[in-house]
């Protein structure tokens, strides 16, 4: 995968167990798009190299997979 800019940070694993809002100030705090999504929301295929999906619980309260790039 080609990513613009190799210095930015892709992966956020220390997001898992956080709460979506914790987690969408981390993101937004690095320049890039956060997303919030609940598990198994179909989501679009598109690439974006700002966006971040931030998949959560049913709650929508804890992170539950590593938000990426993309």
């Known amino acids: 995968m080609f990513y613009p800019n190799s210095n930015q940070q892709q992966s956020f694993p220390e ?21 919030v999504v609940q598990a198994n929301q179909p989501v679009t295929m598109d690439f974006s190299t700002n966006r971040v999906r931030i998949v959560v619980d049913p709650t929508g309260r804890t992170v539950i997979q590593t938000p990426n790039v993309g």
């Open 15 to 35: 997001l898992v167990g956080r709460s979506a809002q914790e987690a969408v100030a981390y993101i937004s705090s690095r320049g890039l798009k956060p997303v």
